[in-house]
């Protein structure tokens, strides 16, 4: 007859965490693993948005439809022509456009994470930086793409920008760069949320106040005092005069300057944050 030894392991039975398993297993990535990681991340984003066409709605869609809108409605009302307008218009449609699609940064985030997605990733042997860096370098082929369809537009109903090749490329490049600070907002609300639907609530109440009361769409003199107090000190009003000192003149100025400035210091306030809820979840 034989007789069954009972062990301490046997006695309290403890399920095993995969996942702690993996990482008590696996040596930190080195950082040239992390960015290949973060790559493959990025690549598995830009997948992403091809196999799902209608997150290119407010990219594709969207910067066709506002530019057009607002050239010929408020044109002949602000500027007494849609010519005249024009320079005043398409940056504010840049800077819109931008808002607009960096919000859904966060929104998709969030979906990944309701769905499961980023629980799979917890069990790979990856940089854990990797699944939110790799999807925030995809959105810069987005902001690209938003801007110089924006600006394609403007050309097409009679915008001529005076800054010439040079200054259209730096308009664009300020508002990618713009875009992509402001998405830090965007990303940490991601990772704060419930749900989906609370961070897309949550960023509509940011994007509205921050877009339409701003110098985007008419001059900030032609508003009330205190409501022209508040449009000087919206970071938007900044980045708007930046780009329209790019496009209009080819000019570097002082609002360039203010405008790169804000983008620094959103990036330093949010990216930490955001890494940092993102790493509790993790």
Known sequence: MTTRTMTPATLNPQRVDPSTVVARTTPRSSLQET?????????????????????????????LLFTAMFAFIFGGAISGSVSNYLPVLIPGIL????????????????????????DRFKSLPIARIAPLAGPMIADLIRYGIASVLTLVTGL?????????????????ALTVIAGWSLAWIFT???TMARSAQSVQGISMMIMFPLTFLSNAFVPAETLPGWLEAFV???????????????????????????AVIGCVIVVLIFAPLAVRSYSRKM
């Open 35 to 63: 960015w290949v990681q973060i790559l493959a991340m990025a690549w598995r984003a830009l997948k992403k948005m091809r196999r799902k066409p209608e997150q290119f709605f407010d990219v594709l869609i969207q910067p």
């Open 95 to 118: 800077a819109q456009t931008a808002l607009t699609v960096c919000m859904a940064t966060g929104v998709q985030l969030r979906e990944d994470m309701e769905k499961g997605v980023f």
């Open 156 to 172: 097409f109903i009679g915008y001529r920008p005076g800054g010439g090749v040079l200054g259209c490329v730096g308009g664009v």
């Open 188 to 190: 940490w609300l991601g």
């Open 232 to 258: 000087k000190v919206n970071p938007v009003s900044h980045v708007v005069s930046a780009v329209r000192d790019l496009l209009n003149e080819g000019a570097v100025t002082l609002e360039v300057g203010w």
